[in-house]
């Protein structure tokens, strides 16, 4: 399971089987998101609300890497860390 970062707690993750539009999930104990990369909206699952303004405000200004992470793990590359 490719884990790019862990921000207060909560595991981002990017699948190397995934499928457009770019998107990242978001697993906090029991709950489990998807945010598209692009807008950064939560497209699907929960994550209770301060995680998810956490999840948010740390992706706003890593969505490049974030979008070469996806289209690196969708062409099967190794994905490193995103700090």
Same mark, same amino acid.
């Given at each position: 399971m490719?884990? *790019?970062?862990?921000?207060? !707690? ?5 699948y190397?089987?995934d499928?457009p539009?770019?998107?990242?999930h978001?697993?906090? !104990? $029991?709950?489990?998101?998807?945010f $598209?990369? &692009? ?5 699907r !699952? ?5 995680? #998810? %303004?956490i *999840?948010? &405000?740390?992706a706003?200004?890593?969505r490049?890497?974030?979008?070469a992470?996806?289209?690196q793990?969708?062409a %099967?590359q #190794?994905i !490193?860390s995103i $700090?």
């Open positions: 490719p884990t *790019v970062a862990v921000v207060d !707690g909560v595991a981002i993750i990017i190397h089987n499928h539009p770019a998107h990242f978001a697993e906090f !104990g $029991e709950h489990h998101a998807i $598209e990369i &692009e807008n950064l909206r939560m497209v !699952g929960f994550l209770p609300a301060s995680k #998810r %303004r *999840v948010q &405000e740390w706003m200004p890593r490049d890497a974030l979008r992470a996806f289209l793990a969708t %099967r #190794r !490193g $700090e």
